[in-house]
């Protein structure tokens, strides 16, 4: 293929990739898991801190499924319908979640609210280890860590912006919500805005979610595929040459290490939020918010730093940030939650690199043949790990501490324990090997000596100007 003709493919696959990210995005704001509208459901129907774990462990139950993308597709020379089949059964489904409680008693349609949940989760994760292969063909390493962030910037607001509307109206129907809605908007005592309506505000909610997810795949259909090779090798046989790849086993040690980390604690965030501090799913979405702004800001950094520096390198920095954050977290109250307004910065910083790296960091320690099946792997190895560990938080929450004039409640003991936890994820990645990674102290030699030009130019600009204003001048 002629370098033109690259060039065009390629910037087609990024102005596709970017619309479709968009609706997608918005679906996946208010139906997946993770969702504050999901948690906020679940928490309707009555759910119980053992269902949040595993309402949290879904998502990453389904990554364990993430192969059968590879099984899928390996012996075709497309990838493109079977990924848009496979999002399109997961997406339908949410037409499904907003009727439950019309169909059953609330004790069974948590049960039955998290099992649809669980069966979209792993449609969307075969297709997801399937697109990776695809995007990964599509676009050079050279500057794959730029798309990711260029692609996660233009999806945020997307997301952000449907999240806040309809997280306005199902406060309004919430007879929970106190704060500026509930102030600003009276006419919840009118009959139109009464709690008895707040079911009905979720089938409208999950069919927008629906309706946004199935534009993303009639954009997803529009984007270039090149063909692939046809794998006839058996499946167990392929799997088991991979895990024979030092590194690759290595890798898997560290993600796994970290997964287990991060899963301490994770079904309770939003919970906390909505039980513990009061907040709204507006006052939630103005949280979101900050973290997303901080993302998009961070985004473009992030993606010239790993193509500078590599994934590793700029891991490390992303599992110091994540340490930091959660204990934030130790220090607020209902009458404090304020604070978690600047926390919000530093997250949307580390989780805009952690989530690019996430899709990036095998990719780049693959061999291009098996990046599918690498990706597949990891998946599973990543989902296992930290569903144990979001099990445990949520059938083993602890009691509640007092710590050096400090009340801390269950929920906070488990931040406590991540931050933590988090930190210790270096000691694994130290044993992984990226052949274009740089070692950290490139990377902080870089940011120094950037950081000494920008402030030169500064000083430069100011003294430029100071001696223009001079009245001796």
């Known amino acids: 293929m002629a370098a033109a003709d690259k060039n065009s493919e390629l910037r087609n696959t990024i102005r596709v990739s970017v619309v479709e990210g968009v609706y997608t995005q918005v679906y996946i704001s208010l139906a997946t898991v993770g969702s504050v509208f999901v948690t906020r459901f679940a928490l309707l129907l009555g759910a119980m801190p053992h269902h949040l774990g595993l309402l949290a462990a879904i998502g990453q139950l389904s990554l364990v499924f993430q192969s059968f993308g590879f099984a899928l597709t390996r012996q075709g020379t497309s990838r493109k319908s079977i990924i848009i089949r496979l999002a399109a059964s997961g997406r339908a489904l949410a037409l ?51 798309f990711f962030s260029w692609r996660s910037r233009y999806f945020m607001i997307g997301g952000l912006l449907v999240g806040y509307l309809l997280g306005a109206v199902v406060d309004l129907y919430d007879p929970k919500t106190v704060g500026v809605v509930e102030r600003f908007v009276q006419l919840r005592h009118v009959g139109l805005f009464s709690s008895a309506r707040l079911n009905i505000t979720f089938i409208v909610v999950f069919t927008i979610a629906a309706v946004f997810g199935f534009l993303g795949i009639l954009f997803l259909r529009k984007q270039p595929e090149r063909q692939k090779k046809v794998e006839n090798g058996n499946l167990m046989i392929t799997f088991m040459d991979s895990l024979h790849d030092r590194n690759f086993r290595r890798f898997l040690i560290y993600n796994s290490w970290w997964m287990l980390a991060l899963g301490v604690g994770a079904p309770f965030w939003q919970p ?16 979101g918010t900050i973290s997303a702004l901080a993302a998009i800001l961070a985004l473009r950094p992030w993606g010239l730093v790993i193509d500078r520096f590599g994934n590793k390198a700029a891991m490390r920095v992303a599992i110091i940030l994540g340490g930091v954050n959660p204990l934030v977290w130790l220090f607020v109250d209902a009458q404090s939650s304020w604070i978690l307004y600047f926390e919000a910065i530093t997250s949307g910083i580390m989780w805009s690199g952690a989530n690019i790296m996430a899709m990036n960091f095998v990719l780049s320690i693959a061999p291009q043949d098996k990046r599918q099946v690498y990706s597949g792997i990891l998946g599973a190895f990543s989902g296992t790990a930290m569903i144990i560990s979001m099990l445990l938080s949520g059938f083993l929450l602890p009691q509640a501490l007092n710590v050096v004039g400090f009340h801390l409640e269950p929920e906070q003991v488990l931040f406590g324990m991540t931050g933590i936890l988090r930190w210790t994820a270096h000691i694994p990645l130290s044993w992984v090997k990226e052949a274009r990674g740089q070692p950290l102290g490139a990377l902080f030699y870089y940011l120094r000596q950037f950081t000494k030009v920008r402030i030169a130019q500064l000083l430069g600009l100011v003294t430029r100007n100071g001696v223009q204003r001079s009245p001796m001048s």
Do not use: C
Request: no cysteine; net charge positive.
């Open 272 to 287: 906390f939020m909505i039980q513990k501090l009061h907040m709204t799913l507006v006052n939630i979405q103005i949280y």
């Open 96 to 146: 499904l979640y907003g009727i439950l409680p019309f169909l059953f008693p609330r004790y069974v349609a948590i049960w039955v609210f998290l099992l649809l949940l669980s069966v979209s989760a792993s449609l969307h994760a075969m297709g997801t280890n399937a697109w990776i292969a695809w995007i990964s063909d599509m676009v050079p390493e050279r500057v794959r860590g730029r």
